[in-house]
């Protein structure tokens, strides 16, 4: 004879749907995006990177690139400066201030998601 199952804990019972809804809610939404997050952590580590060494890191294309490109520098979370070396246009981005704050509370966000998930 089977033994019974232990009834899962409704989370609507224990308070963390409620967590978990504010958390949602409170996610950047902008960084949240799996490539937009990519661009952001790739120059949290680096002081700038060119268009082509974040495509190619990245392993994505011009056009995906440049769309989310756009995105974080329109909300100043990254800067975009254009050269060119000799001929050739030269693409740079950095992260900015606001955009290293904004990664940083994203960060912080997860982490205490992630906690409250393994406190259950």
């Known amino acids: 004879m089977a033994e019974p199952r232990a009834a899962r804990p409704d989370p609507e019972d224990s308070g963390i749907a409620h967590v978990l809804r504010q958390d949602a809610l409170e ?3 902008l960084i949240h995006e ?13 002081e700038s990177l060119t268009f082509n060494e974040l ?7 011009d056009g ?12 100043r979370y990254i800067t975009c400066t254009k050269t060119f070396e000799g ?7 950095r992260l900015s201030p606001a955009g290293r704050q904004a ?18």
């Open 103 to 120: 990664l940083e509370r994203y960060l912080e966000h997860m982490e205490a998601l992630i906690r409250t998930m393994r406190d259950r």
């Open 87 to 93: 001929r050739l246009p030269r693409t740079e981005y």
């Open 55 to 61: 495509k190619r890191l990245l392993e994505t294309t």
């Open 27 to 29: 996610l950047d939404r």
């Open 64 to 75: 995906n690139l440049s769309v989310h490109a756009r995105k974080l520098e329109e909300a």
């Open 34 to 46: 799996r490539m937009r997050l990519a661009i952001v952590s790739a120059l949290a580590v680096n």
